[in-house]
């Protein structure tokens, strides 16, 4: 069984920071990819950025330069860095990974962490 656990979510005024971080719990093997998704009201879920287990990364392109993405193999953990935060990043984030368990390989996901950008 893998659990994915989100935090660092909440309410921040335009222009601000936050730090969202995910870990991943269990019969863990390894850990290929590791992203970050969100999904506003109305809205499809997108993919905001990507990194790879050697640290290759990618971003939506309204989120370049603004966020960061890193992870920690050792403990499993993936981050977002937000800066600069404006209103339409505003949605639930979800962390998103594609685990190892023995031969077995499954994309696995957290419950999601409420981001709010307004003044």
């Known amino acids: 069984q893998v659990q994915l656990v989100e935090s660092g979510g909440g309410l921040v005024q335009p222009g601000g920071s936050l730090r969202l971080s995910c870990a991943a719990s269990?019969?863990?093997?390894?850990?290929?990819?590791m992203d970050w998704y969100r999904q506003a009201p109305g809205k499809q879920r997108e993919l905001v950025a990507t990194v790879s287990r050697s640290g290759s990364t990618n971003y939506l392109d309204s989120v370049k330069g603004r966020f960061t993405i890193s992870r920690d193999n050792a403990k499993n953990t993936v981050y977002l860095q937000m800066n600069s935060l404006k209103p339409e990043d505003t949605a639930v984030y979800y962390c998103?990974?594609?685990?190892?368990?023995?031969?077995?390989?499954?994309?696995?996901w957290g419950q999601g962490t409420q981001v709010t950008v307004s003044s």
């Open positions: 269990g019969s863990i093997s390894s850990i290929n990819h």
């Open positions: 998103n990974a594609g685990i190892y368990r023995g031969t077995f390989y499954g994309d696995y």
